[in-house]
């Protein structure tokens, strides 16, 4: 993802392109699934294969699921760039779930094409949804025997040609030219191909003269236009497709290098000037950072990281490589280098970094300040010595460094920073990325959490890459992969998973794939749960460190975190409230999501959804039904 990040990012850089895709039409099917979990599980699985495929190839198919099964099918139009393909996909993804749970629905954005469907929809070239949009606008085509002979044209090309794509111009008159392109689906077989284009021809020639038409079928597109649109949307057309991307590059790096020029001789004449030009104050707070404690000089953390050198890089997170670094006070710091060069905002930038610098909290990694003078954006935090709870956690040697009472102050402490993140803060933070990589160990084991803040600054507004989200697979909260909602509880859901990863010394497996076969983490940690026999997946090293009722408490409370629906998960406080207390009832924890899928209805039996008192001999009844567990006691 990180690498993919830094195409996003640098394809930001060149600024006047950033613009969302347009969305051309939305067909929501009218059936709708009898299972829609099941159904949103196996969505997001074939979502995720296809962004894989459409990320090589322009182009990707997908099936997920035995019972509920999804098929998806997603298609770039050959004219987009590899970059902008991945942002019109990234676009799609996030609009097209708003049609779920339908169980048939198709999205058409000006440059890709993505469906989803409970059938196996691949080889589809029309059906009853075929349509066309003609555009309105006062210029018409005078000589429409010319329009109608190069889509003909255009369709012979695309026949003939392996990609089923073709697109070509014609001039109607001196001053006017019309632009035509068409497209099949890859999965489409020759005749399917001519049918889709014969018939998506015939209906877009009825917008003629109208300047712009665009048939819509259910296996290809065509669009005729007075406008280039095709050319537009490509880089330097022709060429190879790594020659384009060495083009996009080279685009991108002479766009920065003019950004940042604009930008420094920006800094410098707001600093040569008073305050009197400055409309916003921003110049003046600019200014003000700039000399404050929170600004540090780009030669310096060069130096101190002996030039970001090899040796002194301590991993890759997200937004940038951190290296370690030693200041000439002798402090050491770790310096994180962003993929991202922030001059084009730098003034939300310096805000961004002063808020995150006044959130502090003895479970959150400090932000020291930043660098933004120099030919990249430095950010400076704290350096913790034992790196992150990951190398100790998932390291069989490494691991008997966490004892109990470690892996508890752990969990505690790294609650107490979500919480104080999510309600103490100056600016109220949602993590979206909580995760055992992102918790920093101090040199007595004392938890500090990483990365926070930024992802406010970077996401807002921006349909991610990758899965269309930003956040790590297997700690993500399930309404937020499917329906991009965002709240606090999705941080308690990654917690959820992170102290089950802990108090069992397990990896929750990263892929979607995984935890739908019912191979996850939680899955087998709800089977032990509903036979009554977690404790044998206590992590072995833990053995005899604490008691049975200890342990089976931190399982409950990372069950009741990780649970499917975001409204029965604590809060934040409450977890900390929970930990904290030598005896609590506490909520019986419904099912988790992205288990069972295969005989969902078989597990999830019923029972009253009172409490559970701690009582490592306890075995009443405590099965669960999803939908009748009442409200979370006490808020
Ligand atoms: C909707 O469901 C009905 C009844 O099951 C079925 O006949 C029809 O083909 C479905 N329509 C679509 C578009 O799947
Ligand atoms: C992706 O493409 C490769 C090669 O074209 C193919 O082998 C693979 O099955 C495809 N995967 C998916 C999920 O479509
Ligand atoms: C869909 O159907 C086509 C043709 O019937 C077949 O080649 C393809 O393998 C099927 N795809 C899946 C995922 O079943
Ligand atoms: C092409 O695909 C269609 C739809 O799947 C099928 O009906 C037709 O037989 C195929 N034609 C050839 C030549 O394979
Ligand atoms: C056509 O566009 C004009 C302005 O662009 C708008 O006022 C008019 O309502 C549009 N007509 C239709 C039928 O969409
Ligand atoms: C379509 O192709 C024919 C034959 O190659 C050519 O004569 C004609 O000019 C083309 N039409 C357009 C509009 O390009
Ligand atoms: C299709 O391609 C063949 C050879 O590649 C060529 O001879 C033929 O003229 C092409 N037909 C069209 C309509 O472009
Ligand atoms: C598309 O063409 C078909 C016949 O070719 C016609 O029945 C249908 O109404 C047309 N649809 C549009 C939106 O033009």
């Known amino acids: 993802m990180a690498p993919l990040l830094l195409v996003f990012l640098l394809f930001s850089l060149s600024g006047a392109d950033n613009t969302s895709p347009e969305i051309l039409l939305t067909l929501c099917g009218s059936n709708k699934t009898s299972n829609a979990q099941a159904f949103d599980i196996n969505f997001v699985n074939s979502m995720e294969l296809i962004y894989q495929n459409i990320t090589d190839h322009g182009y990707g198919v997908a099936v ?96 003939n040609n392996s990609n089923y794509y073709a697109a070509a111009s014609a001039s109607v008159s001196s001053d006017l030219t019309v632009y035509g392109m068409a497209q099949c689906w890859k999965s489409l077989n020759l005749s399917g191909c001519r049918d889709c284009l014969e018939k998506a021809v015939s209906n877009v020639s009825h917008c003629l003269p109208a300047s712009d038409g665009k048939g819509l079928n259910a296996g290809c597109f065509v669009r005729y236009s007075t406008e280039p649109f095709y050319l537009s949307s490509s880089s330097s057309g022709g060429g190879s497709s790594s020659g384009r991307i060495l083009a996009v590059v080279l685009g991108c790096v002479a766009a920065a290098v003019v950004v940042i020029g604009v930008a420094i001789w920006w800094m410098r004449r707001r600093g040569a000037h008073d305050s009197s030009d400055d409309e916003d104050g921003s110049g003046e707070f600019i200014r003000s950072i700039a000399g404050s404690h929170l600004s540090f000089k780009y030669e310096v953390l060069s130096k101190a990281t002996d030039n970001f050198s090899q040796i002194n890089k301590l991993g890759h997170g997200g937004y940038g490589s951190v290296y ?45 300040g930043c660098s933004v003078e120099g030919p990249e954006s430095l950010l400076v935090y704290e350096y913790l010595c034992n790196t992150s709870l990951d190398k100790f956690l998932f390291d069989s040697f490494k691991k008997t460094a966490l004892d109990w009472e470690r892996r508890f102050d752990i969990i505690l402490g790294t609650a107490e920073g979500i919480a104080y993140l999510h309600t103490a803060a100056q600016v109220r933070i949602i993590h979206r990325d909580i995760k055992a990589s992102n918790v920093l160990l101090d040199e007595r084991f004392r938890p500090k959490i990483a990365d926070f803040g930024l992802a406010r600054y970077f996401a807002e507004g921006q349909s991610h890459l990758s899965t269309g989200l930003a956040g790590t697979f297997g700690y993500m909260a399930p309404e937020y992969i499917v329906h991009g909602q965002l709240s606090e509880k999705a941080d308690t859901y990654s917690y959820g998973i992170l102290v089950l990863e802990i108090i069992t010394g397990r990896k929750n497996q990263n892929s979607v794939a995984t935890s739908t076969d019912g191979h996850s983490l939680i899955s087998l940690i709800w089977k032990h749960y509903t036979e009554k026999t977690l404790i044998e997946l206590l992590d072995p090293n833990l053995q005899g460190q604490c008691s049975e009722e200890q342990a089976l408490k931190i399982f409950h409370i990372g069950l009741l975190c990780a649970q499917a629906s975001s409204g029965l998960r604590p809060h934040m406080w409450k977890v900390v409230e929970m930990l904290m207390s030598k005896s609590q009832d506490l909520p019986l924890p419904t099912q988790p999501p992205f288990i069972n899928i295969k005989g969902a209805d078989v597990c999830s039996s019923s029972g009253s959804g009172s409490s559970y008192k701690y009582t490592s001999s306890s075995k009443s009844g405590h099965s669960v039904n999803q939908m009748s567990v009442s409200q979370m006691q006490g808020r």
């Open 324 to 368: 370690k670094g030693v200041l000439p006070d002798g402090r050491e710091v770790a310096v994180k280098r962003l993929f991202l060069n922030t001059r084009q905002w730098v003034d939300q930038f310096f805000n961004e970094v002063s808020l995150i610098s006044q959130v502090q909290h003895k479970n959150l990694v400090k932000l020291l």
């Open 64 to 159: 997920s699921g035995t019972s509920d099964t999804v098929f998806g099918i997603g298609q770039c139009f050959n004219y987009l760039s590899s970059v902008n393909c991945q942002l019109c996909y990234a676009e799609s993804r996030v609009k097209l779930p708003h049609c779920l749970p339908a169980t048939d629905s198709r999205i058409y954005l000006d440059g890709c094409f993505l469906r989803y469907s409970d059938r196996n929809v691949s080889t589809q070239s029309t059906d009853l949804k075929d349509t066309s949009i003609c555009g309105n606008s006062s210029t018409v085509i005078p000589s429409t025997s010319t329009v109608t002979s190069l889509l003909k044209n255009i369709t012979e090309a695309a026949l």
